[in-house]
DNA sequence: ATGGTTGTGTTACAA
């Protein structure tokens, strides 16, 4: 099963390309972020006539969520527990072929330090919180999306410029450890081990072709699924078209048998 | 050089 996430930033402005890739890459699932549509305008023929069926958690100008599959799909869950009064559209699960799919965009957090920075933190700890409850359930599960987050510095072109950065903050990038040590695999680093892996290229200053990126589009995998990783890929192509995404699709493939 | 660009939805905010 081969299993994708893209930040498309606007869901009615990338279809074309998001439609484009689909036939190209042909994944399983795709998880989508920054989709800024309320669920009523969502595309969903579209994707349909590929074969897919859309499953999505969106509101109006920012944010919004979407798993799209061509296969089936059961327990569908919206939102990331512990704090009702959260209103934005930045997370949501289902179940595909035994695997807990989660779709997540994790809070920027700029500026650093204020509120948008605590509502992170705090978003990360919930974020932890639900991780741990799976794994005590031993349920298999992949967290895939735009965290925000760069793990380390080989992951920012220029990390004394980032060094005030929300991305890059050792209480972010902290949390993000904390996944990994209770267990979570970083899938592209099982076949990327170091260096440079960019996801993200802002639009400003030429950034993507001086290649003065960040990677912030993970996949996170708990240990059955771990298991089963054959590959995992950056796919630079989509990112480098007219009228792109500021974030490139990553994906990767779980060997689940039959 | 305290800049630059894109998207949403109206001229400010988020990224």
Redesign the pocket.
């Known amino acids: 099963m081969k299993i994708a996430t893209w930040?498309v930033?606007?869901?009615?402005?990338?279809l074309g390309a998001v439609t484009d890739w689909l036939r190209e890459a042909e994944p399983d699932v795709l998880l989508m972020q920054?989709t800024?549509?309320?669920d009523e305008a969502f595309p969903h023929l579209e994707f349909e006539s590929l074969g897919y069926k859309c499953h999505v958690h969106g509101q109006?100008?920012?944010?919004g969520v979407a798993i799209v599959s061509r296969e089936p799909v059961t327990d569908v869950r919206i939102g990331l527990p512990g704090d009702d009064g959260d209103d934005?559209a930045r997370y949501m699960e289902a179940v595909v072929r035994g695997v807990r799919v989660i779709c997540l965009?994790l809070?920027?957090?700029?500026p650093v330090p204020g509120p948008?920075f605590d509502y992170k933190l705090g978003w990360m700890d919930r974020l932890i919180a639900r991780a741990r409850e799976l794994l005590d359930r031993e349920e298999p599960f992949l967290m895939g999306g735009?965290y925000?987050v760069c793990p380390k510095e080989e992951d920012v072109y220029d990390p004394a410029a980032f060094a005030n950065d929300a991305l890059c903050q050792p209480e972010s990038r902290a949390r993000f450890r904390t996944l990994l040590n209770m267990g979570l695999t970083d899938a592209l680093r099982v076949f990327v081990p170091a260096g440079a892996a960019y996801t993200?290229w802002?639009?400003?200053?030429?950034a993507w072709h001086k290649d003065h990126g960040l990677r912030i589009d993970h996949f996170l995998l708990s240990p059955q699924v771990a298991d089963r990783l054959v590959a995992c890929e950056v796919d630079r192509g989509p990112r480098g078209r007219e009228?792109?995404?500021?974030h490139t699709p990553v994906w990767c493939r779980l060997d689940l048998g039959g």
Request: hydrophobic share 10%.
């Open positions: 930040n930033n606007s869901i009615k402005v990338r920054e800024k549509t309320v109006k100008s920012y944010n934005h965009y809070p920027n957090g700029n948008k735009d925000n993200y802002d639009y400003t200053g030429g009228r792109a995404s500021d």
